[in-house]
């Protein structure tokens, strides 16, 4: 399923827990108002509860590939008697971080846009204006000076790109364009190449440590062992690092080591996040601890979101538009102002 239908099953799926409807007749229900995947998912997954499985293993059973840590979350709100609490939590942070992604992809539509204008109008110029101009040097017996002799060779260089810069620069905008309305909920939170641009690795770690203390805190909360809550928060991230951490986290704990002296401070987690899970485990709050700092880093994430979407097209038109328009300027004007003054 892609994210939003993902959502959409979750939604529905706790609205019928909440109204006390029985999932099977609900979900049968709502495959008769959708269509697609959707429908084929909901009324797999409704033929599965009828069965007699519970909801986590309804979905393992339709979805061989469903996320472990969305199993177990599940399994866990099953038992402590809170499942509409936590496929709700499931659906809405799920939610957040799809629309976080769109958006730093949708904010790369207008530089990319402007980027391909300003080639194409410097490509055009250097393919049909300067030669046009050598020959009328040529005609007054003008050789014209290093600028202009500098100005003459683009067009051979330039012309051999042709447009290919084009070519790519659209193909990558509809790409990404694409994958804004197909990405499968399992991606959700899989940034791609989006986290090699300038001012989004920072991005990307908050939106890490956030899901990590996120679905730590929930599963807690639900009675799942401090190691094996955060070895599937780990899991939910996506991040080798954050999972390696994890996973020695979980050792030392099942070794029975004390938590707050066996805490890893790796290449994952920021010093600032382990010195409050420290705190948060020796004083037996630790699932409080992680709800609030996933709501800071939260926050943060969706401030960096902000600041990227902001400042980075400023600096994309200006540095890379803005050069190639100042060539195209250069390329029409130099010239023409060149042969003014030899002429005079």
């Known amino acids: 399923m892609k994210a ?40 797999a997954l409704a033929d599965e509860i009828d069965r007699g499985k519970l909801l986590h293993d309804a979905l393992a059973a339709v979805d061989q590939k469903m996320p472990t840590t969305y199993q177990a979350i599940l399994a866990a709100g099953a038992e402590s008697g809170q499942l509409a609490d936590a496929v709700e939590s499931v659906a809405q942070y799920t939610r957040r971080a799809q629309e976080t992604r769109n958006q730093i992809t949708l904010a790369m539509i207008y530089p990319t846009l402007v980027v391909m204008l300003a080639w194409f109008l410097f490509w055009s110029s250097c393919l049909y204006i300067l030669p046009r101009m050598r020959v009328v040097f040529a005609g007054f017996g003008m050789e014209g000076s290093g600028a202009i002799h500098f100005l003459s060779k683009l067009p051979r260089e330039v012309t051999r790109l042709g447009w290919v810069p084009l070519v790519v620069m659209g193909a990558a905008l509809a790409m ?23 001012g989004v690795a920072r991005f990307v770690r908050y939106s890490h440590w956030s899901t990590f203390t996120h679905f730590a805190s929930q599963l807690m909360t639900y009675g799942v062992p401090e190691s094996r809550a955060l070895t599937l928060a780990a899991q939910a991230t996506g991040d080798p690092a954050l999972m390696a951490d994890a996973n020695r986290w979980s050792d030392a704990a099942e070794q029975g080591k004390s938590p707050a002296d066996e805490l890893p401070a790796g290449r994952a987690l920021p010093p600032f996040l382990v010195g409050m899970m420290r705190i948060g485990s020796r004083q037996n ?28 097209p400023i600096v994309i038109v200006v540095a890379i538009a803005g050069t190639a ?20």
């Open 176 to 198: 990404s364009l694409y994958r804004v309305r197909s990405r499968g909920y399992r991606g959700a939170l899989d940034y791609g190449w989006c986290r090699y641009l300038p």
């Open 4 to 43: 939003d239908q993902f959502i959409a099953l979750n939604e529905e799926i706790t609205s019928l827990l909440r109204a006390g409807i029985p999932l099977s007749l609900g979900l049968h229900g709502f495959s008769s108002s959708v269509s697609g995947r959707l429908r084929v998912y909901s009324r």
């Open 285 to 312: 709050s630790l699932p409080s601890t992680l709800a609030h700092l996933s709501d800071m880093y939260s926050r943060k994430a969706a401030l960096s979101s902000d600041r990227f979407q902001t400042i980075f």
């Open 325 to 344: 328009v100042l060539l195209y300027a250069l390329a029409l004007f130099y010239p023409i102002i060149e042969l003014m003054t030899n002429l005079a």
